[in-house]
């Protein structure tokens, strides 16, 4: 074979299998660094979708890689409710900054080192990447819609001051159909827009974020307390603080989170997600009797993949602390096929491992 078109065939492969997902890493890297440069707070990066690989966490940002690179996504709050337009037009300038920066970057080795296939690929790929970038219509995958860095910089240019630009307020609004059964009682945007509510909701979610709890209780219970808001808004707030001890263990806040799941339970009784959420306290609260009687019929087909999940990993830990090992396991095998790379599901089996392991030792 001739030695241009193995050099053509190897290009192309660095491209498909190699650059795209670092490509994609440098645009959302190139948000992350605008964001921080006007006082923003990113605290997720997600690259791809799909099938979840692993999670790593630098600093106070979390950065996911999945098995299909087909696109690239930075969360990040807003700290202060001043200069949002200015703000957000930088943040979203970011990834496309990156794009030329590599494109730059690489015809500069291109003229000075050689290995031009190579490099004619990745400029080609990169060119491609920034018009796709900035096409103003919005991406649909798995039914989930994202807006292109086009749409949102035609947002931001005829939008008011007082807007605040994000994906994340839409997709609340659009999940808060888990807390409320009637969709004409949803609201029809996230905490009314209001710039004060979201500047604390945002504090709350970069706390949560960087582990802050007490900061987090403080700003979420101060939008249930002071503001009005809907039962749905509410119930989603305080199933967030509810997972301060369900997502990450924190069980020194198991009293508040009783109250917490217990105020939310009051309020959308009918909720699944919220039952899932009572269930889950009152198992670490050690009433497995009451919990299992919550969380089995969320288990069942037609109700959220994570609702089942999660009600599967708490039913596990009832039965094993109630002395049924092969119930317990039977229902970790539950969760597993459902989705084995679940967070709550591989801490639930490494607890109850290690439970049962300082039993066998005590008993030697």
Not at 11 to 28: A, C, D, K, T
């Amino acid at each position: 074979m001739d030695i241009k078109y193995l050099l053509h065939i190897i290009g192309f492969g660095l491209v498909l299998l190699f650059w795209r997902y670092l490509s994609i890493l440098i645009h959302e890297i190139g948000h992350v660094i605008f964001a921080k440069l006007v006082r923003m707070n990113p605290y997720k990066v997600q690259i791809g979708t799909g099938r979840k690989l692993f999670v790593l966490k630098i600093k106070s940002i979390e950065y996911e890689l999945y098995d299909i690179p087909n696109i690239g996504l930075t969360f990040a709050n807003h700290t202060k409710a001043d200069k949002l337009k200015l703000r957000n037009l930088f943040y979203v300038l970011g990834g496309i900054s990156a794009d030329f920066i590599v494109i730059i970057t690489t015809i500069i080795i291109w003229k000075f080192v050689g290995y031009g296939i190579i490099l004619l690929y990745i400029i080609i790929f990169e060119s491609f990447s920034i018009i796709y970038n900035l096409l103003p219509f919005d991406i649909n995958i798995n039914g989930k819609k994202f807006h292109r860095d086009g749409k949102l910089l035609i947002s931001i240019i005829f939008s008011k001051e007082d807007i605040i630009i994000t994906d994340g307020y839409h997709a609340i609004c659009k999940d808060l159909h888990r807390y409320e059964k009637e969709l004409i009682s949803l609201p029809k945007v996230f905490l009314n827009k209001d710039l004060s509510m979201l500047t604390i909701f945002d504090s709350g979610v970069a706390a949560l974020s960087e582990r802050n709890f007490e900061k987090a209780i403080d700003s979420y219970e101060h939008l249930i307390r002071d503001y009005h808001i809907s039962s749905a808004e509410k119930a989603y707030l305080l199933d967030a603080l509810c997972g301060i001890v369900i997502n990450n263990n924190e069980l020194k806040y198991l009293d508040k989170a009783d109250k917490w799941s217990e105020d939310a339970f009051s309020l959308v009784p009918y909720s699944n997600t919220i039952q899932g959420t009572r269930g889950a306290i009152l198992v670490e609260k050690g009433r497995y009797s009451e919990a299992k009687k919550i969380l089995l019929p969320l288990t069942y087909p037609g109700n959220y993949m994570l609702d089942r999940v999660v009600s599967a990993c708490f039913l596990a830990k009832a039965e094993h602390f109630q002395g049924n090992p092969d119930e317990s396991e039977k229902w970790l095998n539950f969760a597993e096929n459902i989705d084995k790379s679940n967070p709550i599901l591989e801490r639930t089996k490494g607890e109850l491992t290690r439970f049962s392991a300082s039993l066998q030792t005590e008993s030697a």
